[in-house]
Each structure stands twice: as structure tokens, then as C-alpha cells.
């Protein structure tokens, strides 16, 4: 506890410690989302952690340098300093990277919440090394690890399990909708929502909807979809 309490203050070795630390802990999770081939891999996320951890050091040193060696002036100035204020700079400003992460693809599909997720969690951790709360980095990290490394696979162990289903499916015409109802409900599946997008034959798109169904006990997503692509409108057909 003693050596923690040396490496919690402001020296060059704690220094060193954190913002290489930063960089390790970033870059890792960063490598899991670059072999995903997500919009922001291995740079990007050690960018983000160490420039959290840089902006909680700044924070500290302003704060000492303003108690210990700028009294005077800070008195004169009415000088007062926040240390959590620029941390929760970096909070709003990850918002911003988030929101260009996340994507609507044309098949309604929403892409990039968890490395958009990722990001925040990402600066998150760099806070706290740069907090020097080394406890605390040490558990975030393996839990973040985890999140992105053992948990899809849970994840979609239960999403194949699951009874409701979202499905995209493209046409030819608006009139081959009913077809694809009624082989929907040939299957024995309620449906329970239609969005429709009729599509702009000029610009080459065919209209498309997504289906929200519910399968019954015991029925597989394949079988539906297997079905439904066997219609000779349909064009494409995908689970979201």
C-alpha cells in the first residue's frame, strides 16, 4: 500500500506508470474491435484512453501547482480549480466520436453502439488511471475485456434461442407483400409489426420491409427464413 501511495502522487515514475498503462489497457481492447474489423481499433482506442488519463493528470497537476506553488497569484485572481471538471470534458467530448461511430445501414440495421459504448467505457478507465485509482483500473479492465471478448458469444448463444425476430426482407413490388405474410403465417409465426419502405425504382432500390415476429416454442430462426427465401419475390432476406 505504501508503493501505491508513492505511485498516486505527481512523479515521474507514477507519471510514466500511468500514461503507459493508459496505453496498454487502451490499446488491448482496441486490438479486440481491430480483429472485428469496427470502425476503431487499436490506435483509436489507445488515443482515447490516453488522452482521458493525460486530461486527469492536467487536472491534478493545475490543482497543485494552484495550492503549492501559485498560491499567491491564485489568491489575487480569486483562482479555483475543479478537478473533476475537465474529467467530465472528456465525457461530453467521447459523445461526439461515439455519435459518428453509430450508423443506420440500408438494411435498417443499427451498427457501432458497442464501440461507440466501447469509446466511453475506454476514456472512462483512462480517468481513473490518470486518478491513479489503480485498484479500480485493474477490475474495469478485465470486465471491459470480457464485455468484448466472451460475451458476444453469450450473446449470440441467446439471440439464436430467442423467440422474437427481426427480419429485413427486399422485393420486387409492393404487391408481393401479401405472399410474404402469408408465408410467414403458414409457418406459425405472429407477427406482430410491418415497416414498409416502398423503395425508389429510380435510383435502382427495391422496396423492402421488416417483419417483427414471434416464433412458437421449439421453432428455429432457419426454418422461417428458409421459407420466406423461397419466394421467388424475394430478393434478399436478412436476421437483424
Known sequence: MEQLAYLRQLN???LLLRLALAMFCGGMIGIERGRKHRAAGFRTYMLVC???TLTMILGQYVDYMGHQVWTEQAEQIGFRN???RLGAQVINGIGFLGAGIIVVTGHQEVKGLTTAAGFWASACMGLAIGAGFYECVVVVFVLIFLCIRILPRV???VVERARNLNLYVEFQSLDDVGDIIGCIKEQGVHIYDVDIDRGKAYKGRNP???FSVRLHHGQ???QVMTAIS???SVTVIVEL
Request: no cysteine.
Open 155 to 157: 450473446e449470440n448463444a
Open 82 to 84: 475543479d478537478i473533476a
Open 230 to 232: 423461397a419466394l421467388e
Open 50 to 52: 490516453l488522452g482521458a
Open 208 to 210: 423492402s420491409a421488416v
Open 220 to 222: 428455429h430462426h432457419t
Open 12 to 14: 515521474m515514475p507514477s
